[in-house]
């Protein structure tokens, strides 16, 4: 064997190398890639079942809690303002939790983009009630919410108001 033969011997393991390699490097990505799509299912699973966890006890708390039940009532129906101090307090509280998760549920929209439409759902029932309304400006700013989720309730709650103008007007028409 010639050293120009043994040359050509070594090209060729090199190549064979690497296309190895490759194939290797190929059958990685893919292990890789279905692990972080499993991954992403696992999560968005969490999530939504953290989600609803949290909605079951807030409906349980309404159903067995005949004063949060009350308020919750209050709340959501008044056409003004809540006139007590200690209802409006508690309201507010009950206002948070449900912002903050769906602050999250806006937040997690890049693992999974139907629960931003469902968090806007809700949002836009509350930017209908006027103690939500109320609630949010004194309080749109004192808690842990990101400036996008902010402005997005703001746009929703605009929306809300120019609505109900709207039907103000054509009432006032008639």
Not at 10 to 17: K, T, V
Not at 83 to 108: C, K, N, P, T, W
Not at 158 to 170: G, H, P, T
């Amino acid at each position: 064997m010639t050293l120009e033969d043994l040359g050509n011997l070594s090209e060729f393991i090199g190549a064979l190398a690497v296309v190895i390699s490759l194939v290797y490097v190929a059958i990685q990505i893919r292990q890789n890639t279905a692990q972080m799509r499993e991954s992403s299912r696992v999560s968005r699973l969490l999530l939504q079942e953290n989600f609803v966890s949290g909605q079951e006890s807030f409906f349980r708390t309404l159903l067995e809690n005949e004063n949060v039940h009350r308020v919750w009532r209050l709340g959501s129906t008044a056409t003004d303002e809540i006139s007590s101090v200690e209802d409006r307090e508690r309201f507010g509280f009950i206002l948070y939790g449900q912002m903050y998760r769906y602050h999250v549920m806006y937040q997690a929209r890049a693992v999974e983009p139907m629960e931003s439409e469902r968090s806007l759902v809700q949002i836009d029932r509350f930017s209908k009630i006027p103690a939500f309304r109320s609630w949010w400006t004194r309080h749109r700013s004192s808690f842990a919410f990101d400036s996008d989720f902010v402005d997005l309730v703001d746009d929703r709650i605009k929306r809300a108001q120019a609505e109900e103008d709207r039907e103000n007007d054509i009432k006032e028409e008639c």
